[in-house]
């Protein structure tokens, strides 16, 4: 099955600066990927999301890349504030299922 | 907005008792999941059903069963609880298959004494 890996577990901003985590895929037959945020006790929720059919996907402060070559998708969070504090975790889907990272904490830091 | 609920927050149970979590969805989706959530292990799927009556294994069923007999419910169930399934458990619904939104549950903390 698919196996899906994030890079780094733990990430420290400096509030304002760019945020990026990395996800590696198996399946060369995944073709969505979406990235989910988990608030500390709230459940996870939708951030973006990229098809294989495109490259890169911008919604205000967050983006997503993806190289399809590579199987790699990365997460570009700028102008970091203490509310992106959170665990991230990426994903990926060939069909009827997705299949998770282990997660990325992100801490902003005042 | 979707409405993802699911029965309990928080349950305490013994080794062996039979465990029932429920899930229920307001939106209509055909598609309903159950995941447990582990610190450093992320999410893992335990089962899934595309409809009702249906139903497919994740990568981590041993140990559990489903039930969905409504569309707008899913049910996990533990024959007999283990200590090693003390964990989080969240429910998802999604309108289709694997490549859609998946709206979460609140999620039950279970502990098995």
């Known amino acids: 099955g698919e196996n899906v890996e994030q890079h780094p577990s733990t990430l420290s901003v400096q509030e304002g600066d760019s945020a990026v985590i990395k996800c590696t895929y198996s399946d060369s037959a995944s073709n969505y990927f979406p990235w989910y945020k988990q608030e500390l006790g709230k459940r996870p929720q939708l951030i973006i999301d990229i098809r294989s059919n495109v490259g890169e996907k911008k919604d205000q402060r967050i983006a997503v890349t993806l190289n399809k070559t590579a199987k790699h998708f990365s997460l570009h969070i700028t102008e970091t504030q203490p509310e992106d504090s959170a665990v991230y975790f990426c994903a990926a889907s060939k069909a009827d299922r997705l299949a998770f990272g282990k997660g990325n904490q992100v801490v902003v830091i005042p | 907005d979707v409405k993802v609920t699911q029965s309990s927050r928080y349950l305490v149970k013994r080794t062996g008792e039979k465990v029932f979590l429920e899930c229920v969805q307001d939106m209509d989706h055909e598609n309903m999941f159950w995941y447990r959530q582990d610190p450093g292990l992320g999410l893992r799927l335990i089962y899934f059903s595309y409809d009702v009556k249906m139903k497919e294994k994740g990568d981590i069923p041993e140990g559990y069963s489903v039930s969905r007999e409504k569309k707008e419910r899913f049910s996990l169930i533990l024959e007999s609880a283990s200590t090693n399934q003390t964990s989080m458990y969240l429910c998802?619904?999604?309108?289709?298959?694997?490549?859609?939104?998946?709206?979460f549950g609140p999620g039950t903390r279970l502990t098995v004494t």
């Open positions: 998802a619904s999604s309108y289709a298959s694997g490549d859609y939104e998946q709206y």
